[in-house]
């Protein structure tokens, strides 16, 4: 089973800088799969990014999603005191569906 | 646009079974590609998912949880639903349900319930 590892854990920044969010899985995953979102907190999440690095509806270009292989990376320009919350990679490959353990983003 | 609702007791004893609803408007849950799922999330963890039910019918579940998960929909009311049996404290969580959106061989999530807490406890 394919696990995703996402890093930091928690990522403490100021408004105005930028973010690098990693999610890193187990094995190959093919970029159609590869999903992010971003929750706040006693919400549901939100979806950010499909296809590895397709904006969903919505979504400011500050959001941008990029990677391959086993190596995929969620980039927030421009933070915003809205953009705090965590974010959540996501596979989804038919017979199974697995979500990475969230990066938290603090906006100090 | 598409709206879902998660509806449920949020109070269940263990080793009783956890039963939710999700309604769905704004969109048919018989309409063609889509899939109806349900994830999960303890307090302060990661999301987990579920299970999910096909326009098709077909099932499928979380392997771990495949001996007590039952997902059903009912297209006459444009609802899902979700039976968990023999529910123990590691069970509470806020469930959500939320629709899958095809994607060139994948699916993602665009519409997402608000989330529904289901406390285990005697």
């Known amino acids: 089973e394919i696990v995703l590892t996402q890093s930091p854990g928690t990522l403490s920044l100021s408004p105005g800088e930028g973010a690098t969010l990693s999610c890193r899985a187990s094995?190959?995953?093919?970029?159609?799969?590869l999903m992010w979102y971003h929750q706040k907190p006693g919400q549901a999440p939100r979806l950010l990014i499909y296809?590895?690095?397709n904006r969903a509806a919505g979504i400011p270009d500050r959001f941008s999603g990029s990677g391959s292989g086993t190596d995929f990376t969620l980039t927030i320009s421009r933070l915003e005191p809205g953009d705090c919350g965590v974010y959540h990679c996501?596979?989804?490959?038919?017979?199974?569906?697995?979500f990475g353990g969230g990066t938290k983003v603090e906006i100090k | 646009q598409v709206q879902l609702q998660e509806s449920g007791p949020g109070l269940v004893k263990p080793s009783q079974t956890l039963s939710l609803t999700c309604t769905v408007s704004?969109?048919?849950?018989?309409?063609?590609?889509?899939?109806w799922s349900w994830m999960r999330q303890p307090a302060g963890k990661g999301l987990e998912w579920i299970g999910r039910?096909?326009?098709?019918?077909?099932?499928k579940i979380h392997p771990s949880l495949n001996s007590r998960v039952t997902i059903s929909w009912d297209t006459s009311k444009n609802q899902f639903s979700l039976k968990l049996t023999s529910v123990t404290a590691a069970d509470t969580a806020v469930y959500f349900c939320?629709?899958?959106?095809?994607?060139?061989?994948?699916?993602?999530?665009?519409?997402w319930g608000q989330g529904t807490l289901v406390t285990v406890s005697s």
């Open positions: 939320a629709r899958g959106t095809p994607y060139t061989g994948s699916y993602y999530f665009e519409s």
């Open positions: 704004g969109d048919s849950i018989s309409r063609d590609s889509f899939y």
């Open positions: 039910v096909y326009t098709s019918g077909s099932v």
């Open positions: 094995q190959t995953v093919d970029t159609s799969f």
């Open positions: 296809g590895a690095s």
């Open positions: 996501q596979q989804d490959v038919g017979s199974s569906l697995i």
